[in-house]
């Protein structure tokens, strides 16, 4: 007979989440849930998958494991784990945030564009005052770095704003997904900026991508144009940005990532008028958002049907490219 898979449930979720991976999989391996467990170090030890994100000694002690399954996009901090677990399959979820992460970036460029915090913190000192300064997304260059599930939302998106959308990734491919005019390498990025009206950064954190948006590069783009990066905050160095910004080479900023979050209470940034920010909170999971919570748990759910099933997985993690 063969052995039964024991699955270990370490995420957050809501109770409909739990009621439903009970019905659907209680009859067919040991579901165990993390909160449940009154000796978690044996559940962990007898687990042959996870579903959530254990850290690095609870790896080590996970002597049966052979998949790990996060409820995250990002899968850096596994990808650079030193004692990561060998033979051990990582997948992510990547396609569950495309969508909600895509109208932030959306909904943050029209607030700068249409000078809604002026008119927020007017309203708050009841000024009735209007302002001239404006624009509108139709009829920009846009330049979107990365282009995979979330780089393509934005590109799909602002298309239909009548943006001009043009795409960076890493590898070039003759396929060119819906949204993008042309896409580049990386290597070739550089000489794109100084054309765009809009760089936004959608891509992960990897040794190939910190500090690609050096200050040389940020004092190169258009004048007047903004930044937005719902990537990762590695992209660019905070002070770099705020030199960029304080001397006029950027024209706002919306930053939902930074180099270090919290963000110093000290920072310029807080205070720009011509910048955005957000405590990281473009991609809402589990209490944020019931609609991603769903898109999170339908990826769990189909890979553990399939790891189940023995069948080949999806959203795996190549740890050596870091997604």
Not at 46 to 54: C, D, H, K, S, V
Not at 186 to 194: F, I, S
Not at 237 to 250: H, N, P, Q
Not at 274 to 282: E, G, M, W
């Amino acid at each position: 007979m063969e052995k039964r898979q024991t699955v270990l449930v370490m995420a957050a979720r809501s109770a409909e989440i739990t009621a439903q991976l009970a019905a659907r999989f209680g009859s067919r391996c040991e579901l165990l849930f993390a909160e449940n467990e009154p000796d978690f170090d044996a559940a962990l030890a007898r687990a042959n998958a996870i579903i959530g994100e254990p850290d690095e000694d609870q790896l080590q002690n996970a002597r049966a494991l052979s998949w790990l399954q996060l409820t995250w996009a990002g899968a850096d901090k596994y990808a650079r784990m030193a004692r990561f677990p060998v033979g051990v399959t990582l997948c992510n979820v990547s396609g569950a945030f495309g969508t909600v992460i895509s109208e932030y970036v959306l909904g943050s460029i029209v607030a700068l564009y249409r000078a809604f915090p002026t008119y927020w913190s007017q309203q708050k000192r009841h000024v009735w005052q209007q302002h001239a300064k404006g624009s509108t997304i139709c009829g920009k260059r846009v330049l979107v770095f990365g282009m995979g599930d979330l780089g393509a939302n934005v590109a799909r998106r602002l298309t239909a704003f009548g943006a001009q959308v043009t795409g960076v990734r890493r590898v070039r491919r003759e396929a060119l997904p819906a949204g993008f005019a042309e896409a580049y390498i990386m290597e070739e990025a550089e000489g794109l900026l100084p054309r765009a009206d809009l760089v936004i950064n959608c891509l992960p954190s990897t040794p190939e991508t910190e500090g690609f948006l050096t200050r040389a590069r940020l004092c190169s783009m258009k004048k007047g144009a903004l930044l937005i990066n719902v990537g990762r905050g590695s992209f660019v160095k905070t002070d770099d940005l705020v030199f960029a910004l304080e001397k006029g080479f950027l024209g706002g900023a919306v930053l939902d990532v930074l180099e270090t979050e919290p963000l110093e209470e000290s920072s310029p940034l807080w205070d720009m008028g011509n910048v955005l920010l957000t405590p990281h909170i473009a991609g809402p999971s589990f209490e944020g958002n019931v609609d991603v919570q769903s898109a999170i748990w339908a990826i769990c759910m189909g890979n553990l049907e399939r790891y189940l099933d023995s069948e080949p997985l999806l959203h795996v993690v190549d740890r050596s490219a870091g997604y």
